[in-house]
């Protein structure tokens, strides 16, 4: 069974701190692996990672994939309070969106 | 407002009631799914839906139906519920294939008493 752990769990930090977020997996077919921004209901796109090594960054984000250590990490930097969410970490592993999420890890940035 | 819409956005129904869940989305993608979220669990695909065929089916109670008339709309039927199917019940589409993201609505809040 595919499965995607995330930690930690919930993590409380003041605003300018930077926070790094960990999502491991073992998965049967990798194609990729996924990270959303939840703030109330709707799931929002951050990155998509494919190869390993690569890091991909958007803004005060950034995310890097560790094929060999079946692991990747979301940096935030600069935190500010618009960046608590829960962030959810998932991986593909099928033609379609086969998708297996990670409970998620709660942020909250406090002034 | 995401390019995909559910409504409604809450329910409360009981456990004898028939209701339906309603996700349209207007990104032009091929493939709409289903997901369940339960407090302090991760989301769980139910359904996947391909050019309006059904291509996955996780082991979901019957009580539990779903209908994709066409790529843009689809929707989940609900009867005989129980408290615990008492979750967030978020649609998502994408296009189909490997290595696409998906694009969430923001949810059903269902609540069965």
């Known amino acids: 069974e595919d499965k995607v752990v995330q930690s930690p769990l919930s993590l409380v930090v003041h605003e300018g701190d930077t926070v790094t977020l960990n999502c491991s997996y073992e998965?049967?077919?990798?194609?990729?692996l996924l990270w959303y921004k939840q703030e109330k209901k709707a799931p929002t796109f951050l990155f998509m990672l494919?190869?390993?090594?690569i890091e991909k960054k958007s803004g005060r984000l950034s995310s890097i994939l560790d094929k060999k250590e079946l692991s990747s990490i979301l940096n935030i930097t600069a935190t500010q309070t618009g960046d608590s969410a829960i962030y959810l970490c998932?991986?593909?592993?099928?033609?379609?969106?086969?998708?297996?999420f990670g409970i998620g890890t709660k942020l909250q940035v406090i002034p | 407002e995401t390019g995909v819409t559910q409504t409604p956005r809450h329910l409360v129904m009981g456990m004898t009631n028939k209701k339906s869940l309603k996700c349209e989305q207007h990104?032009?993608?091929?493939?709409m799914y289903w997901y369940k979220q339960s407090a302090k669990k991760p989301l769980e695909l139910m359904f996947v839906?391909?050019?309006?065929?059904?291509?996955e089916n996780n082991s979901v109670p019957s009580r539990f139906s779903p209908e994709c008339p066409n790529s843009s709309h689809l929707f989940l039927h609900l009867h005989t519920l129980q408290p615990e199917d008492s979750a967030l019940y978020l649609c998502?589409?994408?296009?189909?294939?490997?290595?696409?993201?998906?694009?969430f609505g923001q949810g059903t809040r269902l609540t069965v008493v």
């Open positions: 998965v049967t077919n990798f194609r990729s």
């Open positions: 990104l032009g993608h091929n493939a």
């Open positions: 494919t190869s390993s090594g």
């Open positions: 998502a589409s994408s296009q189909y294939g490997p290595n696409t993201e998906a694009f």
């Open positions: 998932a991986v593909n592993s099928g033609g379609y969106q086969k998708v297996t």
């Open positions: 839906y391909s050019l309006e065929e059904r291509v």
